[in-house]
């Protein structure tokens, strides 16, 4: 049985940021490339960062059964993780990092309680995540408060994760999270 780390963060928090670094430390993980609704960004790869589809796309891998979890985080916008990639990167022997929404990254700790590690990148302040956010230039001034509100209620999960990590210094933040990662991955048996 493979590990699966799992990051989750409300938008803007750093996650993405986190993951890269984490991909870049440990030879062992694999990006679990999620399908998705939403348009790419120009800096976005399509196969690497996402899996670009329609929303008729995404509803026919529904109603196949193709996907492992999946939500709409957005009005019309889906996110799904689908069961072929966590299957290639475990035929593999790799272990899985998962770049994922609250509900999804709960979804998935709830089947892998015991091999999964479940992270929540917190930003250290309201100002900060909204100044993060609107410094990526990805949003629209709607978007931009859609993913504000978001964030506001996906606080109040962060006690469900095996460990909250505060995204306030970057630096910091990278190393606590190789430590965390490297300690969990060390380990033969996870005991949450
Ligand atoms: P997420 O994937 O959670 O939406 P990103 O990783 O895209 O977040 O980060 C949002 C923005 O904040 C990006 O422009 C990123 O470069 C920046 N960022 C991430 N972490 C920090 C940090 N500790 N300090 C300052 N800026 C940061
Ligand atoms: P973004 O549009 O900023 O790339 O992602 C928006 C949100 O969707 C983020 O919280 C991201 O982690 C989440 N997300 C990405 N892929 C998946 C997925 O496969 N399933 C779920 N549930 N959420 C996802």
Same mark, same amino acid.
């Given at each position: 049985?493979? +590990?699966?780390?799992?990051?989750?963060?409300?938008?803007? /928090?750093?996650?993405?940021?986190?993951?890269?670094?984490?991909?870049?430390?440990? !030879? %062992?993980? #694999?990006?679990? #490339?999620?399908?998705?609704?939403?348009?790419?960004? !120009?800096?976005?790869?399509?196969?690497?960062?996402?899996?670009?589809?329609?929303?008729? /796309?995404?509803?026919?891998?529904? /109603?196949?059964?193709?996907?492992?979890?999946?939500?709409?985080?957005? !009005?019309?916008?889906?996110?799904?993780?689908?069961?072929?990639?966590?299957?290639?990167?475990?035929?593999?022997?790799? %272990?899985?990092?998962?770049?994922?929404?609250?509900? =999804?990254?709960?979804?998935? +700790?709830?089947?892998?309680?015991?091999?999964?590690?479940?992270?929540? #990148?917190? @930003?250290?302040?309201?100002?900060?995540?909204? %100044?993060?956010?609107? =410094?990526?230039?990805?949003?629209? @001034?709607?978007?931009?408060?859609? &993913?504000?509100?978001?964030?506001?209620?996906?606080? =109040?999960? +962060?006690?469900?994760?095996?460990? #909250?990590?505060?995204?306030?210094?970057?630096?910091?933040?990278?190393?606590?999270?190789?430590?965390?990662?490297?300690?969990?991955?060390?380990?033969?048996?996870? &005991? @949450?």
């Amino acid at each position: 049985m493979s +590990k699966l780390v799992i990051v989750t963060a409300p938008s803007g /928090a750093g996650k993405t940021t986190i993951v890269r670094h984490l991909l870049s430390t440990f !030879d %062992q993980l #694999v990006f679990s #490339v999620s399908a998705t609704t939403r348009s790419k960004r !120009d800096y976005e790869v399509e196969g690497k960062d996402y899996y670009f589809i329609s929303q008729e /796309a995404f509803r026919q891998h529904i /109603a196949q059964g193709d996907f492992l979890e999946w939500e709409e985080v957005y !009005d019309n916008q889906f996110y799904g993780t689908l069961k072929s990639e966590v299957a290639r990167i475990w035929n593999a022997h790799l %272990q899985i990092i998962f770049d994922i929404d609250v509900k =999804g990254a709960l979804n998935i +700790k709830k089947s892998y309680p015991h091999d999964s590690l479940a992270i929540f #990148v917190k @930003p250290p302040s309201a100002e900060v995540l909204y %100044q993060r956010l609107k =410094g990526r230039q990805t949003e629209t @001034p709607e978007s931009l408060q859609k &993913r504000l509100a978001r964030a506001e209620e996906e606080l =109040g999960y +962060k006690d469900k994760f095996d460990h #909250v990590l505060v995204n306030d210094t970057l630096e910091h933040a990278l190393e606590e999270s190789e430590r965390v990662v490297r300690d969990f991955l060390n380990e033969k048996l996870w &005991r @949450p």
